[in-house]
């Protein structure tokens, strides 16, 4: 069943790709994250057809294309906890134009920000094959960001704090 998401997520971002092409929208780099990244890139197997993506101030011509991708969540950067230089991590996803997804150790540092017990449960697949020593340094970067919520950051540090101690990180 989990192959059949992927075949889907698959299938809505070839949409859009295909799309973009047909309508001749070159469109700039789509950062993904979260669990369709995860996905995608073959981090995790669990279902889920939510598209998180980052916002880079897109113009209004890529906004057709992201309507293609059915469910999507547009995440402010203002609002994640990632840190500043995650392009230079992020990997471009293969069989796609222009789609890129980010490092399992950006991940990772991203769902500490919230913490759920499904961001546990991914955090603890994604650590198999993380660099701990990075996401500790990911970690530091993301507290040290000024442009970031400050209810956002606090939250972070907490549960960075929790995180730590839960995965000897």
Avoid: H, W
Wanted: charged residues 30%; glycine residues 2%.
């Amino acid at each position: 069943m989990n192959n059949k998401n992927k075949e889907l997520l698959i299938e809505l971002i070839s949409d859009m790709d295909t799309f973009a092409e047909m309508k001749n929208i070159n469109y700039p780099p789509v950062y993904l994250l979260g669990g369709a990244a995860c996905i995608i890139a073959g981090y995790l197997d669990r279902a889920t057809i939510d598209i998180d993506l980052l916002d880079m101030d897109y113009e209004a011509s890529v906004g057709r294309l992201f309507r293609l991708l059915d469910r999507f969540d547009m995440l402010d950067i203002y609002l994640t906890c990632i840190p500043m230089d995650f392009k230079d991590r992020a990997v471009k996803a293969e069989c796609f134009q222009n789609i890129y997804i980010l490092s399992r150790e950006d991940i990772i540092v991203s769902k500490i920000g919230r913490y759920s017990e499904k961001d546990i449960e991914d955090i603890s697949v994604l650590l198999k094959d993380a660099n701990k020593y990075l996401v500790s340094k990911l970690i530091k970067a993301v507290t040290l960001r000024e442009n970031i919520s400050i209810r956002v950051k606090q939250a972070f540090i907490i549960n960075a704090r929790l995180f730590k101690e839960r995965f000897d990180v």
